[in-house]
């Protein structure tokens, strides 16, 4: 084997792949000398084309590995006010920056905009801008409710980022090559704990948390990485009796400096430890990859005149701006994602007034809050000043509708997310596309897994159709959709079109109304079908049309019977899955939306006793009978496209994991390795641990999805190689299972009797 060359390639094992490593240095920076760091403080406090408070210099100071460079680039601006500094233009304002690289202890993860439409267990903060005498500073300010609230948002950021994706292999090939972009923050906390500043990375959380994650190792988990992250960003130093008081960022910086004097400890005892020709092992290299990242630190922000944002939010929406023009070319976030960016950077400008100074509509600041989720839906009546309106997820969404499709607020807010998407124009099923994660917020964990389904439904145009958006009408508030029916059909428009409000909402919400293809039209009534095709606002618009009794009930009862908190039979993936339904009284407790039968008395079609179950192609008829009975007649008697099949509900049985399983697991093993037990005994042991742990399994899976009703991340069955695992699994018993489903060949198995 050929001696190893200081600088040539290391091919090391990383999990289950090798990962061949570029280049890997021998020794690790220093820290740098607080007299360079001083002089880089007094440059920035001098310069002219850069906006930050002294303490925001002290952290950038402390946070790059060459204070002396940025003090170059700073320098360079004095008088001729031209500069070394990165200038970026975007609309409304110019963002200058410096180039550096940093240590990866000293940034902090900010918001993550690809998780912005999920549902989370802990909540973002507050951000506010700052200013000073009417010009915008380069930092923000977030606001915590404590200390421990930062610690669990900044774990959860960096674990959700993990879960979402990973550039760990390629980080610790060739370390971060692509600069993150950063700014100083100012943490607030609500229970009296004094601020803390510090830099965050704004753009390249996902970099920054892979870094991380080479340097946890290959076999950490998305949480053991976090925690590692949190340990090492929050750590305090601890002041000796005779010492003088430190602020609270002081002790935390000095906290963090301990941790990277550590690392340099472990790193020189890792590469001391092997021959002059042996390749560093792979803790060194884990910590050589990982230490330092590139970044372009924003450092000034300068309002163009014609800027219509206050001076606090002009630094904060420029960011945004360059962070959304990234995103849609490299590494995009999904759609609904983006969608939630540029609703909510949208609405925030209308608030501070339409072209030309015009406010659009009093009040918008309490519909902005409501709308991106800082005001619960519980808070739609104080919102909206009418007590009358239930505060529950539905009406938020029917409110929230027609303020947002008002002609005025419609318009203004169209052309301002034009104008952030940078698109020329944008067409009404564009404008409900934005709208979808909106309106979802209250149940986007609930019924995620129809959440796609749905979000799709609302690009295809929503419940936008023409009369939604004209001017002159306004919701009928109600506690019973039904009551709604009879205005309606006597000409009342405010009664239609909040049936179609509140009934379209509900019937995208819970998959019975999609965007349906070709391959979605069929001849028979089967789930997943429909008679004819049509868009998703103009089958709404059907439901509504004047006159048309059967879509006004079945808008009323989709309405009257939708739940935030759990999806219907109508749409659970149990039934696709054709599981049996070994939970008779849970699935008859859950709620399901009905076909409607004008002749019965409660208007619900029955067969027998039976309540008949609602199918999109009962949604899709009700639109327009005249149109189905067109499509349907020729055909009737043909019955070859019989494909799909009634679908049955059900849920597994629960009982929680025992302490008796393992026992007997524990019992049923000693049972095999003693020979001198009868095989049919040991057939018998094996099959009640069996019964046993599929019981605790089925017990673990119900835990699961109950614990997942309350946040969409992180995924209920860990990363993507854990699911692939534990499906193998399943699906393994389950095969085995089925193998042996000949040997009851002819008998009544008791569930089917």
């Avoid at 002396?68 to 001729?80: A, D, N, Y």
């Avoid at 009404?428 to 209250?442: C, E, N, R, T």
């Avoid at 219907?568 to 859950?590: F, H, I, K, V």
């Avoid at 009978?625 to 007649?633: D, G, I």
């Amino acid at each position: 084997m050929p001696a190893y060359t200081v600088g040539a390639p290391v091919t090391v094992e990383w999990g289950k792949q090798q990962v061949e490593v570029s280049t890997v240095g021998h020794s690790l920076p220093d820290a740098s000398d607080v007299s360079e760091r001083n002089k880089l403080v007094k440059a920035g406090m001098r310069t002219p084309l850069a906006a930050l408070p002294e303490d925001a210099w002290h952290a950038l100071a402390r946070a790059t590995a060459t204070p002396e460079t940025v003090t170059l680039q700073l320098r360079e601006s004095q008088g001729t006010h031209t500069s070394l500094l990165l200038e970026e233009h975007v609309d409304g304002a110019t963002l200058r920056s410096v180039h550096t690289r940093v240590w990866l202890s000293e940034l902090f993860p900010a918001i993550q905009p690809r998780t912005g439409q999920e549902l989370l267990a802990v909540d973002d903060p507050q951000v506010k801008g700052m200013a000073e005498e009417g010009k915008p500073q380069a930092i923000l300010r977030y606001r915590y409710e404590s200390l421990t609230h930062l610690k669990r948002h900044v774990q959860q950021t960096i674990s959700t980022t993990l879960y979402r994706n990973s550039y760990a292999e390629s980080i610790l090939a060739r370390r971060v090559t692509r600069a993150l972009i950063v700014h100083p923050v100012i943490y607030d906390f609500d229970d009296g704990t004094e601020s803390v500043c510090a830099l965050v990375a704004r753009d390249g959380i996902t970099r920054l948390a892979s870094a991380w994650k080479v340097l946890a190792g290959p076999d950490s988990d998305p949480e053991s990485v976090a925690d590692l992250a949190v340990d090492t960003l929050l750590a305090q130093y601890s002041l000796s009796v005779n010492e003088p008081a430190k602020p609270l960022t002081q002790r935390m910086a000095l906290g963090r400096q301990s941790r990277r004097k550590l690392l340099r400890d472990e790193f020189t005892r890792e590469i001391n430890g092997v021959g002059a020709n042996e390749p560093p092992p792979l803790r060194a290299i884990q910590i050589a990859q990982s230490h330092l990242v590139p970044a372009h630190i924003t450092v000034g922000a300068q309002a163009h005149e014609r800027a219509s944002l206050n001076a606090e939010d002009v630094f904060d929406d420029a960011l945004r701006s360059i962070l959304a023009s990234v995103h849609v070319e490299f590494k995009p976030w999904d759609t609904a994602a983006q969608n939630v960016e540029v609703a909510g950077r949208a609405l925030k400008r209308v608030l501070h007034g339409g072209s030309g100074g015009r406010t659009v509509e009093d009040g918008m600041h309490a519909v902005y809050e409501l709308g991106i989720g800082l005001r619960p839906a519980s808070d739609t009546p104080h919102v909206y000043g009418n007590p009358s309106i239930p505060g529950n997820g539905l009406w938020r969404a029917i409110q929230l509708l027609h303020t947002l499709t008002r002609p005025a607020v419609f318009e203004e807010l169209r052309s301002r997310a034009k104008e952030i998407k940078g698109d020329r124009r944008m067409s009404d099923k564009g404008y409900a596309g934005l709208l979808g994660p909106i309106v979802d917020y209250p149940w986007r964990s609930s019924k995620k897994s129809a959440a796609q389904q749905a979000r799709n439904a609302w690009s295809n145009g929503g419940i936008l159709f023409k009369e939604v958006l004209e001017d002159g009408w306004a919701p009928i508030v109600t506690d019973d959709f039904t009551k709604l029916v009879e205005p309606a059909l006597k000409g009342s428009r405010d009664a239609r079109l909040t049936l179609a409000l509140a009934g379209g909402t509900a019937l995208i919400a819970d998959k019975l109304l999609t965007r349906n293809v070709g391959s979605s039209v069929g001849r028979t009534r089967t789930p997943g079908k429909v008679p004819f095709r049509g868009d998703v606002h103009k089958i709404i618009e059907g439901l509504a049309e004047q006159g048309n009794e059967l879509g006004f009930w079945t808008l009323a009862l989709a309405a009257q019977r939708f739940e935030d908190g759990r999806l219907p039979r109508n749409s659970g993936t149990r039934q696709q899955l054709g599981l049996p339904d070994d939970q008779e009284a849970e699935a008859a407790s859950a709620y399901q939306h009905l076909v409607v039968d004008l002749e019965a008395h409660d208007r619900i079609l029955r067969e027998g006793s039976e309540p008949v179950m609602l199918l999109e192609w009962d949604v899709v008829v009700a639109s327009n009978p005249k149109r189905a009975r067109q499509v349907l007649e020729p055909s009737a008697d043909d019955g070859s496209d019989g494909e799909g099949a009634e679908v049955n509900d059900g849920s597994a049985a629960s009982t929680p994991w025992s302490a008796g399983a393992m026992e007997d697991a524990n019992d049923a093993s000693h049972a095999t390795r003693d020979m001198e037990v009868p095989v049919e005994q040991q057939i018998q042991d094996r099959r009640r641990v069996l019964i046993n742990c599929l019981t605790d399994a089925k017990t673990c899976v119900d835990e699961l999805e109950g614990l997942g009703q309350a946040v969409t991340f992180p995924p209920l069955f860990g990363p993507a190689d854990h699911w692939v695992g534990l499906r193998d699994t399943a699906l393994h018993v389950l095969n085995s299972i089925q193998n042996h489903e000949g040997d009851y060949a002819g008998e009544e198995c008791p569930e089917e009797s």
